[in-house]
């Protein structure tokens, strides 16, 4: 028997069989139920596919709309272009048939002038040409008196080039040691150039360097300050705007160099051994240089020109100035630059 709940009991069923308490069966449908339920869950995060025909259609539509546009466009502007080019055209052709027009009208006019003139030389005759050879003598005086004002005032522009022209003076400072290596002696060295003139020098370019010509031979030493005369002179003779101005009352524009005198050019010339009291070989090098500017009023290159010869001072008991002796080094103090007497130094 069944109760009103659904389960049954251990009572008589009618029949002498005790019933038996059943439980309902599990519906076969939960297992399905359950799986529809996961479906559903797992469907619910994948996107929608119901739609991706309408997109693609829009988005087909969509490019197709902007192929459209854009072949319009280009064939606006392909329209423009030629309408320009037609109106380019037009102004080119009219612009030259008014050239050709210019030029019949100056031919004509030419032609007309020649048979004019023509006409007015055969009537005037003997007169004019008495009236052209006046004109002609006074164009020769003119021409003779102008030529007589310009060496005039080439003849002032010489005296004020000379007095009131630039002229740069050298002013040299040792800057270091003059010290010796396996390579050969090093020293540095200070050229100012000073402009006592009274007008500015342009372009100056300076050369200079450390020579040791042999002894007794002045012609060595004259030729290498006219060989830096000749390096000097590439720069303000060029046409590039090279070289320092040097202005008059200024400070002096300073050169500096750092000359390597090799140990080959040393031992190339004789050296002088002295007395027992001064032992050693002795060395006599020059300092030669060349500054090359040219005039700001004129143009005119100049050049100044120094050769010093490079010795040092004796010691405080042995007053005087020696030879630099070959590997010793000398304290700048006691390097001196002494002015040769007979060649290297001028200015023109």
Known sequence: MISDDGVGDDRDGGDGEPLRKTQPPPSSTAPENRKDSTSGIKNQNKPSLRYWPVIKEALEAVSLLAVIVTMIFVGLQWQEMGRQYKIMN??????????????????RLLTAAEKQ?????ESIGPATTSAAHTAADGLAETKKSNGTAAAALGVVGKQLEVTDRAWLKPEIVVASPLTWSAAGAHIDIEVGWKNVGR???????TSMRIVAP??????????EVQEECRMAEIMPKSDYPLGSIVWPGEPAVIFKGTFDIPSAQIAANPAWRHTKEWPGEYWQPYFVGCVAYRLINSGRLHYTTFAYEIVRLLPSHHPGVTLIEIGKDVPAEDVVLRKDSFEGNGAN
Request: glycine share 0%; no cysteine; hydrophobic share 40%.
């Open 90 to 107: 037009d102004q080119l052709t009219d612009a030259r048939k008014a050239a050709a027009e210019s030029r019949k009208d100056t031919d």
């Open 214 to 223: 042999a002894m007794n031979k002045r012609v060595e030493l004259a030729r």
């Open 199 to 205: 007008s500015t020098a342009n372009r100056a370019m």
């Open 117 to 121: 003139a023509a006409a007015m030389t």
